[in-house]
C-alpha cells in the first residue's frame, strides 16, 4: 500500500531552512506498518504543487502533506489542493469562528487576511477543532490525503493525536516492522558487511542497513511479522550473533551513545574517572558530562593546550616536552599518569595530538594523536593518525579515547595505534 | 530552467536519518542562480528510484542525485542510472587503482566489495579522481546529472570543488541572488523582526530571513540583481544600518562562529584566556579549540565537576562551598578569580549550573547557571536561567560565556541575568 509525504515551502528547496517534517511524518507511517515511496519538496509554486498533488492523488493511499497552510499571499496549498481535487474552497464558518475566538484569546489583533485559514477544499474534515494550527483532512478517490501546517511542532502534535489515529482507524497493519540498532566503532562499513556476510543462514531473512554516522556506524537489524514475541526472539537472537561476530566492536544497541555505556560501566564498577586533553580540548569531558548522573564517575578535566599547563596540572616533566614534545607517547603516559594522581581517580584517561591543518611535521604529520589511559597501576599508551578536517580529527580522538575506557573495562584489547 | 534533486536512502523515508543533502544541494543551485523545482526523496528501491530518474531527465537541465552510492548490497544508484538512462554499467580501471591505493595508504583492508565502487554508466565522469569519495557525471539527452556520496561532508565538499563549477560553465545566469548573513546572540525572532521594521524605505526591497539555529538566529538580507559592484554597496549599507539597529547582539557575520570572533578579539588585543567549566563539562573549550591557532590565546581550563577539584585546581574556598554551594555566585566569582590566576591568563572565565534533568531545587531550579568573568582586575558575575533539556542548557551556557567575552572586549554591557 503506497503512502508518501509532500513538503511545500520556498525556503526549504532554496538551502534557508533544513525540513524536518518529512523525516518525523515518515517515522509515524513506518510506526503504523506503513513504507514511504516517496517524500516530495516542492515551493509555494502552483505548478510544482499541483503537479505534485495529481501523481500522489493517482498512486497512493496515505498522502501527508505539510506546509503553506498559513495566512499570506504566498501560502498556496490549500487553494491549489480545491483545484487539484476538484472540490472548491468554502468557508468553514465554525472554523472562523474558532480562530477569531482564539486570536482574541492570545490578545493578538485581528487581521482580515486571518479568514483564509477557514478556507478549506469542500467536505475537509479539521483535524483540531479546538486547537489554533489549522489542518484537515480530505478523501479523493481511493487515497485519503492530510494537510497540515508546516511549523514543526504543530505539525508533530497533529500527527500524533489525530492523523496516526485516523490511519490506523481506516488501515489494519497486517506485518509491522521492527527493528534493532547496533553501533560500531573502529570498522568501517565494508568491513562490517564482509562480517555480516557470515551470519547463519537461518538469520538471511534479515534485513540489514548501514547508516555511518561519524566516527560510528550504525547497523541496523530489520524483520516484518505479524506475531510480536516470535520476530523479538528472532531480533534478540541476530542481535546476539552478530554482535559475538562484531566483537569487540559493537559498543551500544539501540540509541545508548558510548558515553552513556562509559558511565554505566563505571558506575557498575563503581570506579571514576579524570581526564587530560590536549587536542580534544575539553570535548571528552563535554561528552562524559552529556549524560545526566555522570558527577558519580567523572571527578575532572584539565585541558592543557599549553606547555605550562601540562607541567603545572599534570605533572609533566618540562624536560619530557622539551625532548620528546607535547605531541609523544611519553608526554601522553605522564599525562594519564598525572591527572589520575592529582584527581584520586580509578583511572586516568589522556589525549595529545595535532588536529591542523597547522602545526604537523613530516615525521608527526597532521592527524597524529597519541592516547594514555592509567589504570590500576598500569599505563597503556597508543599512536594514531586520524583522516580529516580539525573537527573530524577531534570527534575521532574523543570517541577513539572514550572507546579505550569501555574497551579496559571490558578486557578487551585496545584498537592497535598506527 | 528546471533544476531537481533526488536524495536516496532507505533511512530517509523511514524516519530514521534526517535529510541535509537536499538543504544544502538546493542552497548550491541557488547561488548559482538556479532554481530548484523539486526534491524528491526515495528509499534503496530500484523501481521508486527508476521513476524518480526518469522523470527528472524527462524535464529538468541539472539533476543533482546523492546516497545509494556505497559498496554494500542496498546500495543501488549506480546500477538503477545505468538502467534508466541506458548506459551499462562498465569497470573504471584508473578509478578501481585509485580506490585500491587510497584503502592501503590508510591502512584499511581490501575488500572484493569495494570493486563495486568502479562500476560507472558508461561515459560517465569521475568527479573527483584523486579524492576518496566516488561521485560522477553523465548527460542524457539535455539533461546533466550529478551523482554524489550521501555522506554529508564528502557530499558538501564535492558540490562545492566539482559540481557548482561545472554548472557555471555549461550555463551562465542572467542574474543571482547575493545574500549576507547576520548571527544575532540573545533577541528572539519576533524581537529581530520587530526591529527590523525599523530599517530605512530606501532597504525595504531587500528580503529578510529569519534562521533559528539554537540558541543564535542568523538573519540573511537577499537581493537579486545583475549589476555585483551596486549589489554588494547595497548589501553593505543594509548590514551596516541592521548590525546598528540589533547592537549588540550581531555578533558575527557571514559563516563566521562565536568561537572564532572571540578568538580574533583576544588575538587582536594579544590577551589570553582560561576556563573553569562547571556544567558545560568542557564545551567551551571544546568551542574555543575549534579555531586553529587558538593556542595563542587559550591557555587552559579546568574541567571542575566535583567540589574537590573546585578547591584543588582553582583555590575556590570550602567555606564558599558549604556556604553557598557550587551553584552559587560567590564560587563562580572564586572560579573566576581562580583560574586566571594560576593560568597566569589576561581573562578567567567561569560557569557554574545545574543541567538537570536532577539537581534542581525550589531556590535553584534546573537550567540556573552562574557565569564569572575576571579581567584587568575586575570581576563580573550574573545568573540565569535558561529553558530546555541537558544539553539546551550546556549550549545556551557556552554561548552566553563566549559572549560574556566578546561583549566584554567590545566595552558592551553583559546581557543581564535574572
Same sequence: chains 1, 2.
Avoid at 559475538?244 to 551513545?257: E, I, N, R
Avoid at 579524570?274 to 555522570?294: D, F, K, P, Q, Y
Wanted: glycine letters at 10%.
Amino acid at each position: 500500500m503506497l503512502t508518501e509525504i509532500i513538503i511545500v515551502g520556498d525556503e526549504l528547496v532554496s538551502g534557508k531552512t533544513r525540513d524536518l517534517n518529512g523525516w518525523y511524518a515518515s517515522g509515524c507511517l513506518i510506526s503504523c506498518g506503513l513504507e514511504v515511496h516517496e517524500i516530495t519538496t516542492v515551493g509555494d509554486n502552483y505548478d510544482t504543487l499541483s503537479g505534485a498533488l495529481r501523481t500522489a492523488v493517482q498512486r497512493s493511499r496515505f498522502v501527508i502533506i505539510t506546509g503553506g497552510l498559513g495566512p499570506t499571499d504566498d501560502d498556496l496549498t490549500a487553494e491549489t489542493a480545491a483545484k487539484v481535487l476538484d472540490k472548491p474552497l468554502s468557508l468553514d464558518q465554525g472554523l472562523l469562528d474558532h480562530i477569531k475566538k482564539s486570536t482574541e484569546r492570545l490578545g493578538l489583533p485581528w487581521s482580515p487576511n486571518l479568514e483564509k485559514l477557514a478556507l478549506l477544499p469542500r467536505g475537509a474534515k479539521v483535524l483540531d477543532p479546538k486547537g489554533y494550527a489549522c489542518g484537515f483532512s480530505v478523501a479523493k478517490g481511493n487515497s485519503q490525503l492530510y494537510f497540515l501546517p508546516g511549523v514543526p511542532a504543530q505539525m508533530r502534535e497533529m500527527m500524533d493525536r489525530f492523523v496516526v489515529p485516523d490511519i490506523l482507524s481506516r488501515y489494519r497493519p497486517s506485518t509491522v516492522p521492527h527493528h534493532r540498532i547496533l553501533k560500531v566503532f573502529g570498522l568501517s562499513e565494508s568491513q562490517i558487511a564482509d562480517v555480516l556476510s557470515g551470519v547463519s543462514d537461518d538469520l538471511k531473512r534479515l534485513m540489514f542497513g548501514f547508516y555511518p554516522s561519524f566516527p560510528e556506524t550504525h547497523v541496523t537489524i530489520t524483520i516484518r511479522g505479524e506475531d510480536v514475541a516470535e520476530i523479538e526472539g528472532e531480533l534478540t537472537a541476530a542481535e546476539n550473533q552478530i554482535t559475538t561476530l562484531l566483537d569487540p566492536y559493537v559498543f551500544a544497541s539501540g540509541d545508548k551513545t558510548l558515553e552513556a555505556v562509559v558511565g554505566e560501566e563505571l558506575k557498575a564498577r563503581n570506579m571514576t574517572l579524570s581526564l587530560a586533553e590536549s587536542c580534544t580540548g575539553g570535548l571528552i569531558g563535554h561528552r562524559l558530562t552529556s549524560v545526566s548522573g555522570s558527577s558519580v564517575y567523572f571527578e575532572r578535566g584539565a585541558v592543557v593546550y599549553s606547555d605550562r599547563s601540562k607541567v603545572e596540572m599534570l605533572g609533566v616533566q618540562q624536560h619530557t616536552l622539551d625532548t620528546y614534545g607535547a605531541v609523544s607517547d611519553q608526554t601522553v603516559r605522564e599525562m594519564a599518569e598525572g591527572i589520575r594522581r592529582s584527581a584520586k581517580t580509578d583511572m586516568g584517561l589522556a589525549v595529545t595530538g595535532i588536529a591542523g591543518p597547522l602545526g604537523g611535521s613530516k615525521d608527526k604529520p597532521v592527524g597524529t594523536v597519541f592516547i594514555g589511559l592509567s589504570a590500576r597501576g598500569k599505563l597503556f599508551s597508543g599512536q594514531y593518525r586520524f583522516p580529516g578536517d580539525r573537527q573530524s580529527v577531534k570527534v575521532a580522538t574523543a570517541e577513539m579515547a572514550l572507546d579505550w575506557v569501555r574497551r579496559y573495562l571490558h578486557g578487551h584489547p585496545f584498537i592497535p595505534g598506527i
